[in-house]
């Protein structure tokens, strides 16, 4: 075997064992909290050894930052399709909202962790890091906004007393905010309010979207 060949498979399973820990740390950090969670546990649930674990992070809380890393990049590959650009511009931009929203139904597991990484980041305050993390996945997604957003008030779909960043920062969080309780509560609030939660959720953010909608004269 060529000295490629065998750094390539190396590489390849260092790869494979890296995504093992992540996939058993989301799952214990979901159904336990990260607080509750030891790095043995993670190791046994893994199946690897606890020395090996720590080749690859030296504690549990780097764990979690490279679990969110690997969510925002997952998320922000929504961004990366071809969208339908059929309409003004608030009507493109309430599609996409509507298809970030959709994320929570398509990966609730990744919504659910998220509540639990902002509990360790509220602790650390570590906005530097963050920042970081959504800086290069974000970019793209907030520039696509910004420019429907841009787009509407240009057409006279959107209100043209608003701010186009602020906007962007305010639609982001409604959604991130509504996708963690709809991921944590899904089955309840559809038993407590007697509707569908992916109805209720839509009408969420298409209620917010309404506040920003040009008025027809």
Not at 39 to 52: E, L, V, Y
Not at 100 to 105: D, I, N, P, V
Not at 135 to 141: G, I, K, M, R, Y
Not at 182 to 189: D, G, Q, V, W, Y
Request: charged residues 25%; contains cysteine.
């Amino acid at each position: 075997m060529s000295v490629k060949k065998k750094k390539e498979t190396y590489q390849n399973h260092r790869d494979i064992q890296r995504e093992r820990i992540l996939d058993a740390a989301e799952r214990l950090f979901i159904q336990e909290g990260i607080d509750n969670i030891s790095i043995s546990a993670i190791a046994d649930a893994a199946r690897i050894a606890r020395r090996t674990l720590y080749q690859y992070f030296p504690d549990k809380q780097e764990i979690s930052w490279a679990i969110y890393e690997k969510i925002v990049e997952k998320w922000s590959g929504v961004f990366s399709h071809p969208l339908e650009k059929e309409g003004n511009g608030y009507q493109q931009l309430e599609r996409l909202v509507l298809l970030l929203a959709s994320q929570w139904m398509e990966h609730p597991e990744d919504s659910r962790f998220i509540v639990e990484h902002n509990t360790l980041y509220a602790r650390e305050s570590n906005v530097d890091r963050i920042g970081q993390v959504n800086e290069q996945a974000s970019l793209a997604t907030n520039d696509l906004f910004t420019k429907l957003i841009r787009q509407g008030i240009a057409d006279g779909s959107i209100r043209v007393d608003v701010e186009s960043y602020r906007l962007t920062v305010a639609i982001l969080n409604m959604v991130n905010c509504v996708n963690s309780r709809f991921a944590l509560l899904s089955e309840n609030i559809t038993q407590e309010y007697n509707l569908p939660a992916p109805e209720i959720h839509q009408d969420i953010c298409r209620i917010f979207l309404r506040g920003i909608q040009a008025r027809l004269s």
